[in-house]
């Protein structure tokens, strides 16, 4: 059978349905969908994603022959539901051409409204509407997008303007009017007329009159806006494959600019910013399409909620709320009644909280679109767990919405309320994305990038954003626009991204050219400090301090439904008595990686660690040793107390000395003095440790094994804390972790000068602590005979940025120099030090965990590399039977949903 490429809808039926995104793209899917469950939508077809391949394979010409018929079956539906005529003069059928991918890439790509008008079509359409206005305004409309996205004539530049825009600037300046809607009828014919004079200069060729050519032309283009910059930048921002293509979905017009009962507007089931469930939206009357998202004229709000809270943000009083700026439920009640039926109705189809768009039509409601909104990483949590308690949805539904890298948001720090009282309010704009943001001001996207290159915390601050702001608001830690609502582009960007924004701050003045900002009297200048509240709408003066985020509400509600499900252990990675308590409210159960080295680079300290090194026998060693021994034992007291009741796995020494010693004279000579020897003999030494590859030199257990009494220094500090803290009541559940193990024998070793040490200083002290000698498996030999090493060993913890380095044979320290080209050619998916790589790296891992409890079947195995709180390795580790990851504390929480939802995927 032929490949059906056309799938029609309308009229309460569609070939089409939600579940067939993938080959429909998203809009196409859901608006078959809404058909079949009786909500208005206007009749049309989609040109399915796969013809989208085709057309970059076999070309325009080929793909237009292969559509031909079915295009022209499928108009010819449209035209006789809507009973009128494609082309036509005396009653026209108008369509929009849309795109549509299978995930929602939000003003990325090109749409086309109102197309099949010409110079005898719009006459024909101002005497059968009665409305020439309205027949004018559509038809300009139509050129204007036409000529950008079909004909090419948007500005690639931003600096450049676009030279409709410029004409419509021209047009207004002259009438002296502010709005675009201030135009009458001669005024929108004289700029059809200079439009598509621009067209004929520009482009050589006159604008083309016959309906059929535009629609070609519009279906290819939006095809075309597939592969345009922005769209290539957004794919690759979220990981989206090029291989899924965008469909094209043709779709005859409703018109929200017909006059005062007309209106377009954008809305939401649920506050996508902060998850509260409540319905909220804006809309314009008397407009089209993208005019409320562009920020073009300041929309309405539909919710009489929604309105007071936002009058009461801008200072407006509500007599003067009522009278210019009333809610469509005031201003409209009959269609805002059916309006809210058909939200919940959808909301409750999909199970989801959805973002619409809607038409209404001289009085006539029409939905133009619905998709699962994207929200913040607050709202995800908070409307998964209210979803949940409605009974909307289960417990693993609810756990599976919520995407583990999404929590980041809310470990952000917020702004700390002492200092929030004390903070200057410059001004007060739409709370559109929340969170807190402090950075130096920026204008321009391509600066906000460049500035945080260098280390710098920037604020985007704009009057609009557009889609050529991505990379920008991607660096910039908040954004603030003069124009545009909650669903201006700015917002729905910033909601997708987590990232703080507050737009349409209309008390805002940016003068590009002199890179300034006003705000109230404060004149502000690139690079001066400003902080934003995108949770009240707030902007500050300056920097605002911030504190902690912590677990509590739906995050710890949603934390504790994961350990329901989870088989998964979450440990964290900390150093100090801090990072452990933070890690443990975040809900670590322990300790998987404690790494010692860290503990030796403040003042004292170093200095003793140096003269260790220094030495060179064994005696000045132990004597310099014998210093370190008390801050050791201190410091992993503070850990152990942090971790009371958990296990706490610590790593003896493991980096290459020379990462300690000074390679400064001033460092050389400080040391020379502290140990009465000569400058020169300082600096030899120093130069005797240097490695051609320290990552393969003298490091980990070699260390170790060289330098046995390192190890028994370490024992004695960790457990003489233990048995400190057992003294004075505590439970601490020590492991003692010997590093980089490659053979049997160096472990053996190693573990022999542990447990004699330890039974020495049991006995001195008349208390026996449990404890457990395990290894690190980092190296691939250790991994190839884990039997052997586990017949000694009583864990393990996989050290895999190590087992990455080596078993790629990547120096992770240098694989800057080739890994960008690598990604660009595919070469590798991605970073293999920040993903698990589960073919190579995994099999590994793997088979170290089978081979290790071959011989020790009750052996606990743990992960404590960088991937343990990445969710796809996460859910690898599970797979694989780890007992448990171990995480940065800041990725715990991370690490916990990714675990819940391996255990229940399975
Ligand atoms: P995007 O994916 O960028 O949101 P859309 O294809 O949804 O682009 O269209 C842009 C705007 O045009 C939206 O506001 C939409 O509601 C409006 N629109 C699209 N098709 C029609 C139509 N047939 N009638 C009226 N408005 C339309
Ligand atoms: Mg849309
Ligand atoms: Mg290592």
Redesign the pocket.
């Known amino acids: 059978m032929e490949k059906k490429r056309v799938y029609t809808f309308g009229n309460g039926q569609a070939e089409g349905k939600a579940d067939m995104r993938n080959l429909l793209g998203g809009?196409g899917a859901n608006l078959a969908e809404m058909n079949l469950i009786g909500v208005p939508v206007?009749p049309g077809f989609t040109i399915t994603t796969e013809v989208c391949n085709e057309y970059f394979e076999k070309g325009k010409e080929a793909v237009v022959a292969l559509l031909k018929e079915d295009v022209e079956k499928s108009v010819a539906g449209i035209e006789s539901l809507m009973k009128s005529k494609f082309g036509d003069v005396e009653n026209p059928l108008l369509?929009?051409v849309?795109?549509?991918a299978r995930a929602s890439m939000?003003?990325m790509m090109d749409?086309i409204?109102n197309l099949g008008l010409n110079d005898e079509v719009v006459e024909g359409l101002a005497r059968k509407t009665g409305n020439p206005r309205f027949a004018w305004d559509s038809y300009r409309r139509f050129v204007q997008m036409y000529g950008d996205v079909v004909l090419g004539m948007k500005p690639t530049n931003k600096d450049d303007i676009d030279p409709f825009e410029a004409i419509i600037e021209d047009v207004k300046k002259a009438k002296g009017v502010r709005l675009d809607n201030e135009l009458d009828v001669d005024d929108l014919k004289e700029l059809v007329v200079r439009f598509k004079a621009a067209v004929k200069a520009q482009t050589g060729s006159d604008f083309p009159n016959n309906a059929y050519e535009q629609l070609w032309g519009a279906i290819c283009a939006v095809f075309d806006s597939w592969m345009n910059e922005r769209a290539i930048l957004y794919r690759k921002m979220e990981g989206i494959p090029v291989e899924w293509g965008t469909a094209v979905n043709v779709?005859?017009?409703?018109f929200?600019n017909m006059g005062d009962t007309s209106a377009?507007g954008v809305c939401f089931s649920r506050d996508a910013g902060t998850g509260e469930d409540l319905f909220n939206g804006e809309y314009l009357i008397n407009a089209?399409?993208?005019d409320v998202?562009a920020g073009i004229r300041t929309p309405q709000q539909i919710t009489k909620t929604g309105s007071q809270r936002w009058a009461a943000l801008q200072g407006i009083s509500e007599a003067d709320r009522l009278a210019n700026y009333p809610s469509m439920e005031e201003a409209m009640p009959e269609i805002y009644k059916e309006l809210d039926a058909l939200q919940t109705k959808l909301e409750n189809h999909y199970h989801d909280m959805q973002d619409m768009?809607f038409?209404v039509q001289e009085g006539k409601l029409w939905f133009?679109?619905t998709r699962n909104g994207k929200r913040t990483g607050a709202a995800m949590v908070r409307i998964a767990m209210e979803m949940l308690e409605q009974g909307m949805i289960d417990e693993k539904t609810a756990i599976m919405r919520c995407e583990p890298n999404k929590l980041d948001e809310l470990l952000h720090p917020v702004f700390d309320k002492e200092a929030l009282r004390s903070a200057k309010v410059l001004t007060r704009g739409l709370p559109a994305s929340p969170g807190a943001a402090c950075g130096q001001i920026v204008f321009f996207a391509e600066d906000a990038a460049k500035w945080r290159a260098d280390g710098r915390r920037v604020v985007l601050v704009r009057i609009e954003t557009s889609p050529e702001d991505l990379a920008g608001m991607t660096v910039a830690e908040g954004i603030l626009t003069a124009r545009g609502g909650m669903t201006s582009h700015a917002a729905v960007v910033a909601r997708g991204m987590g990232k703080c924004c507050v737009s349409g701050a209309g008390a805002i003045n940016v003068d590009y050219k002199a890179r300034t900002v006003e705000i109230d009297g404060v004149l502000l200048k690139e690079g001066d400090f400003l902080s934003l509240n995108g949770s009240t709408g707030e902007v500050y003066q300056g920097e605002v301090v911030t504190k902690a985020a912590e677990l509590s509400g739906d995050f710890a509600k949603l934390m504790s439904l994961c350990d329901k499900y989870t088989r998964l252990k979450v440990r964290t990675n900390a150093d100090t008595p801090h990072d452990a308590q933070v890690a443990r409210n975040f809900g670590a159960v322990g300790i998987g990686l404690c790494r010692t080295e860290h503990m030796f680079f403040d003042n004292q300290k170093i200095i003793a660690m140096r003269e260790m090194i220094l030495a060179t026998d064994e005696e000045g060693r132990k004597k310099a040793l014998n210093k370190l021994l008390p801050y050791q034992k201190a410091d992993f007291k503070g850990i152990f107390k942090a971790m009371d009741g958990c296990p706490v796995n610590v790593r003896l020494l493991d980096p290459p000395l020379h990462e300690f010693v000074p390679h400064d004279l001033k460092g050389q000579e400080e040391m020379a003095q502290a140990m009465g020897v000569t400058v020169e003999y300082i600096r030899q030494r120093v130069e005797s440790l240097c490695e051609h590859n320290p990552m393969l030199g003298h490091r980990g257990c070699r260390l170790g094994n060289t330098y046995p009494e390192i190890t028994a220094m370490q024992t004695r500090a960790i457990l003489g804390a233990a048995i400190e803290l057992k003294k004075e009541g505590y439970d601490p559940h020590p492991e003692i972790m010997v590093p980089l193990t490659g053979i049997l024998y160096e472990f053996e070793a190693q573990e022999k000068v542990i447990r004699a040490t330890a039974a020495e200083l049991f006995k001195e002290e008349g208390i026996e602590i449990p404890f457990k000698v395990g290894t690190m498996i980092e190296i691939p030999r250790a991994a190839l005979t884990a039997n052997r090493i586990a017949s000694r060993a009583e864990y393990f913890s996989f050290g895999t940025n190590d087992l990455t380095q080596m078993t790629f044979g990547y120096s992770r320290d240098d694989i800057a120099s080739f890994l960008p080209v690598y990604l660009e050619k595919k070469i590798l998916k991605v970073d293999p030090f920040q993903v698990l790589d589960q073919n190579g790296v995994g099999q590994l891992i793997e088979m170290a965990v089978e081979k290790g409890r071959s011989v020790r079947p009750e052996l606990k195995c743990g992960i404590c590399g960088e991937h343990g709180g990445e969710p796809s390795s996460v859910k690898f580790c599970h797979k694989v039977g780890l007992n448990y990851v171990s995480c940065s504390p800041f990725r715990v929480p991370i690490a916990r949903l990714a675990a819940a939802q391996a255990a229940i995927e399975e």
């Open positions: 809009k206007p369509v929009s849309r795109s549509g939000p003003g749409t409204l779709q005859a017009m409703v929200g377009t089209q399409g993208e998202v768009e038409t133009l679109q």
